[in-house]
């Protein structure tokens, strides 16, 4: 399978897992408020719920659209720059960005995984270890690592194709 493919399956995935999280995040709401306003009895674990919801699309959000190469950024330089000098710049960019998901979001995460998960910490209302809610930060970096090494591997092809006057 040409790592193309595995991009493409890998976006729709990502994709498809966060329209349903933010499906389920609405629905979690609207009963949060239905409970609290039209029964009078606040479900107790709703609010948590929609909190870590938010965290999981928010993060994994941000790895998608870098899948997507839409994320905000400072254009200035990429769009004055053509040809070569712009897929080297690019290259950069990517390897850049390929460091900091490495080190601090899938080693980073890694070790605030295993420490939660050590120090049995887990969440007030729903009595569930946080390591699991915090497994949204290497997984998003792992994702965000794999993008940023298509993108190399794209543009490194581009320069070998960039023909020298």
Do not use: C
């Not at 493409?8 to 009963?31: E, H, P, Q, Y």
Request: proline fraction near 2%.
């Amino acid at each position: 399978m040409k790592l193309s493919q595995v991009k493409n399956r890998v976006d729709s995935v990502l994709k498809w897992f966060l329209i349903i999280l933010m499906a389920l995040m609405t629905v979690n709401v609207l009963w949060q408020v239905f409970s609290r306003f039209v029964l009078q009895t606040p479900s107790s674990f709703t609010e948590e719920l929609a909190r870590y919801m938010l965290i999981w699309v928010g993060i994994l959000g941000a790895a998608y659209v870098a899948g997507q190469k839409m994320h905000l950024a400072i254009d200035l330089l990429p769009t004055k720059l053509k040809g070569k000098s712009k897929a080297v710049l690019d290259i950069f960019i990517q390897s850049t960005i390929f460091l900091f998901a490495l080190v601090v979001m899938v080693i980073g995460g890694i070790r605030l995984v295993v420490i939660t998960l050590t120090l049995k910490q887990i969440s007030a209302a729903m009595q569930i270890p946080l390591g699991y809610i915090y497994t949204v930060l290497p997984l998003s970096g792992a994702l965000m690592v794999f993008y940023s090494y298509y993108f190399i591997i794209s543009q490194i092809k581009r320069l070998k194709s960039i023909k020298v006057n």
